[in-house]
């Protein structure tokens, strides 16, 4: 918080009034100021932040052409994040082809989306000396998101547990039920972004409330912690971070099928797929 001298000395009576104060009183003066700026701060924020409700939300189920929880492979960039865009005038681009035998970066650099988002969250758990299951569990954690949004933890641990060792598969799958549960012991808070997306009076879902105590009593906790810890701070249009810098950790935890991804006849094959090709009719 920034602090005007010239105001400081205004709100104790002048300057000759601050010359009268020994030090300890100019120093109570002065912390009195700051807590009432900042309290100031906070009540102007409440008062601006026009937060919806749930039913404020589920209200506009109604006028979407879309469905929230759809994969952002199918539905043009602005839906979602600007519901009340007309729809009717967008379109969605067109894809380029993917190599014959496509492996996890093809993906990166052909197909999933908010791919910054990943990276950044990778970049960040590198810098912070994670482990390089985290990092990898970080690079991946929302991948799924191009697929399908609901429930993306799920989703995004099924797509990738042939690939991933169990560990890695368990942070991504529990990341989703733990971003709404904050651990003052490692320093993570509710994402305030929530009370816009969720509503703010929203109260998570009973299979996210039981998969967090499950989670929570967990040995491998610490790893979907992380997630959470590495993604809320993720968000920065001004850093780049290439998929390159993680060409090494890729290379030594994710199996990479020799046939490629979609095309390996695992039981999830058809999700990779699926993203190769969404304008397949059926
Ligand atoms: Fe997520
Ligand atoms: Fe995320």
Redesign the pocket.
Same mark, same amino acid.
């Given at each position: 918080m920034k602090v005007d001298r010239k105001e400081v000395i205004a709100s104790l009576g002048g300057e000759a009034a601050v010359k009268s104060m020994d030090h300890e009183a100019r120093a109570d003066a002065l912390e009195d100021f700051l807590s009432a700026r900042l309290e100031a701060v906070v009540a102007a924020r409440k008062g601006n932040t026009q937060y919806p409700t749930v039913a404020e939300l589920e209200s506009k189920v109604d006028s979407r052409g879309y469905r929230r929880g759809v994969g952002r492979l199918f539905l043009h960039e602005h839906s979602n994040k600007t519901p009340t865009v007309d729809e009717s005038k967008l379109r969605v681009p067109r894809l380029k082809p993917m190599p014959a035998k496509p492996t996890l970066v093809d993906f990166f650099n052909y197909r999933f989306a908010s791919t910054a988002?990943?990276l950044q969250?990778a970049a960040l758990a590198k810098r912070r000396g994670v482990s390089e299951d985290t990092i990898l569990a970080c690079l991946l954690? &929302?991948a799924a998101q191009a697929l399908i949004k609901t429930d993306h933890g799920y989703w995004g641990a099924q797509l990738f547990e042939p690939y991933v060792s169990e560990r890695i598969a368990f942070a991504i799958k529990y990341h989703q039920a733990l971003r709404f549960f904050p651990d003052a012991d490692t320093g993570y808070e509710y994402p305030e972004s929530y009370y816009q997306t969720f509503g703010i009076d929203y109260v998570p879902l009973p299979h996210v409330q039981r998969d967090y105590q499950y989670a929570r009593n967990h040995k491998w906790y610490m790893d979907a912690r992380l997630v959470t810890l590495n &993604?809320l701070y993720?968000f920065d249009p001004n850093v780049q971070v290439s998929i390159d810098e993680f060409t090494d950790i890729i290379g030594r935890h994710f199996k990479q099928p020799e046939e490629g991804l979609g095309y390996d006849n695992t039981p999830v094959s058809h999700m990779w797929r699926t993203m190769i090709n969404p304008d397949q009719p059926l």
């Open positions: 988002h990943l969250s954690h &929302d &993604d993720s």
